[in-house]
């Protein structure tokens, strides 16, 4: 009775991980995704691959479609969205959901502190990012705003130099580039840039 029992919970363990196994689609050529953003998804600061897990599936799908669209990483100063439209350009819109689907699958550790910055002038100017990001930075889908919290300081810091600099959220079907653009207005800085950046990072 105890093998029985035994193969019979056995059995179930691997249909439940059978299950599990096709409902995550690993997608062709994700190696391409792991050798920048790592096995992990957890980022790259030397060749600047952001940290991917821990992002929200329609997020991800709406930047990948961007990328794919030259909607997002066309200005020539941005040489990693540059890169990102290469890989995504041939991508299907099925290859694209199989891929987000894969990458919210994935957890990694939440990153180390890298950018040094007054936390409360950081602080203080989040006020305005919380009106849409949240109190927590965890994030709106409703108003198409990310989760801010578990993405790399030096990522932040750089997205939030080129929405400043016009590198970012200028083309005319990127919506929210756009209203981030507007909203970025009250970063006249690098050093406000570091500021919020650390703010954002050491957020619970």
Request: aromatic share 8%.
């Amino acid at each position: 009775m105890l093998v029985k029992g035994y193969l019979a919970a056995l059995f179930l363990s691997l249909a439940v991980f059978q299950a599990n196994a096709e409902e995550v689609v690993t997608p062709v050529g994700l190696e391409y995704c792991t050798v920048c953003h790592g096995a992990q998804l957890k980022g790259n600061e030397n060749i600047q691959a952001p940290r991917l897990s821990g992002l929200s599936d329609w997020y991800l799908e709406r930047q990948l479609l961007n990328f794919k669209n030259r909607v997002r990483g066309d200005h020539p100063d941005n040489l990693t969205g540059g890169e990102m439209m290469l890989m995504a350009k041939n991508l299907s819109e099925q290859e694209i959901k199989d891929i987000v689907k894969w990458v919210v699958s994935t957890e990694s550790p939440k990153p180390m502190a890298t950018v040094e910055g007054d936390i409360k002038a950081g602080e203080a100017l989040f006020q305005t990012c919380a009106a849409c990001h949240g109190a927590n930075a965890k994030g709106n889908e409703m108003l198409g705003a990310p989760n801010l919290s578990g993405l790399n300081d030096w990522y932040i810091f750089n997205q939030l130099n080129y929405f400043r600099l016009g590198m970012r959220g200028t083309h005319t079907a990127d919506t929210y580039g756009q209203q981030m653009r507007a909203v970025s207005s009250v970063i006249t800085s690098e050093k406000d840039a570091a500021n919020l950046a650390a703010y954002i990072h050491q957020l619970k």
